[in-house]
């Protein structure tokens, strides 16, 4: 499956993916529109429920084919289908790890219900005694550890509940809206989903790469990454914001080089999880650099993270911090 790595394809998943002899993919994030009525550039997503479901038994069979034995399998999908999308996995004998509940701000406002503001993201994986799922690289501060510092609190931290409110839908305004795609989704879900199910220099397979956010997700986690998509000015966009990232990593590294501060002592990598770590952990920079405690707790969730066997010490943190609000 060389010739499909690290691109992204222009045309149907499911004949695409049909043509696979052999798995190639350790962990599928599938975000596919929900027929609900938003128009794509070539798909109007608005079908019969009976067609909706049958196409749905479709495209999850092939990815299906495509997933490693070890694999795992993540499916985005909205109300109104999310039961479909549990029955046809139980048809496919996918093991059911999570029901997550993403529950975002900006939420979808209406006028004769309550507003609906959650997605559904169904964990599966291939064989349930045979998987990858990195529990470090998700691991939080407990309120244990910081609230009550109760010394019974497992020093790692805890893992996040199955409602994941820390990320925002991506809205107009935000600097990470690439804005040309209707459904973008946030990097820091995908960051927590890839780094917790896949290893280093694996493969993500993205059916519905639309926005291109895991392939470029996985590429800053150094994974491969295949993503399918069935319009070419998608694509087009797509590999412009793939391009755009090996550009701003570099002026990263250059910027690094030319400024004197503490940042000097983190390569990108590590910058990269100090960002994504400020956004699961849900506390203001100001905190976590005023209170000894706090900080303390942050330093070693992030030593948690990194796995690395390197001791960090809190003032480079904090100095850190500091350089990233600028």
């Known amino acids: 499956m060389d010739k499909l790595r690290n691109k992204i394809i222009c045309g149907d998943c499911i004949e695409v993916l049909g043509k696979v002899t052999e798995p190639f993919a350790d962990l599928i994030f599938a975000d596919p529109p929900f027929n609900i009525g938003y128009k794509y550039d070539k798909y109007y997503d608005k079908v019969k429920k ?12 092939v990815c299906k084919k495509a997933l490693m034995p070890h694999g795992s399998f993540y499916i ?8 479909n999308v549990k029955i046809i996995a139980d048809e496919l004998k996918l093991f059911m790890r999570n029901w997550i509940i993403w529950h975002y701000t900006f939420g979808q406002q209406t006028k ?21 799922f990195n529990d470090d690289s998700a691991r939080v ?3 244990r550890q910081k609230k009550y510092q109760d010394k019974r609190a497992n020093p790692k931290g805890k893992m ?6 820390e990320y925002p839908r991506v809205c107009g305004t935000f600097k990470e809206r690439a804005g040309w795609h209707p459904c973008q ?12 199910s896949s290893r280093h220099g694996e493969c993500v397979l993205d059916p519905f790469c639309g926005s291109a956010t895991t392939a470029v997700v996985a590429k800053q986690l150094g994974r491969n990454y295949v993503g399918i998509e069935i319009s070419e000015k998608y694509v087009e966009n797509a590999n412009k914001r793939l391009a755009q990232l090996v550009l701003a990593k570099a002026q990263a590294v ?3 080089k030319g400024k004197k501060s503490a940042n000097l002592f983190f390569n990108t990598t590590e910058l990269n999880e100090l960002k994504r770590l400020l956004s699961d952990v849900k506390i203001p920079t100001k905190e976590i650099t005023a209170d000894k405690n706090t900080l303390k707790l942050f330093t070693n969730q992030f030593a948690v ?22």
Not at 50 to 61: E, F, H, I, R, S
């Open 50 to 61: 009976k067609n909706y479901v049958a196409w749905t038994k479709d495209w999850m069979t």
């Open 76 to 83: 985005a999908i909205g109300d109104e289908y999310a039961a």
């Open 112 to 132: 004769n219900k309550f507003a609906r503001a959650h997605t559904h993201i169904f964990y599966f994986v291939n064989d349930k005694d045979n998987f990858t």
């Open 141 to 143: 501060i407990s309120d």
């Open 160 to 165: 996040p509940d199955d409602v994941w409110d």
């Open 185 to 196: 989704m946030p990097e820091n879900l995908l960051k927590r989903i890839i780094a917790a």
């Open 254 to 256: 250059v910027r690094l």
């Open 305 to 326: 993270r990194m796995n690395n066997r390197k001791k960090y010490r809190s003032e480079k943190i904090i100095a850190a911090l500091k350089d990233l609000a600028d």
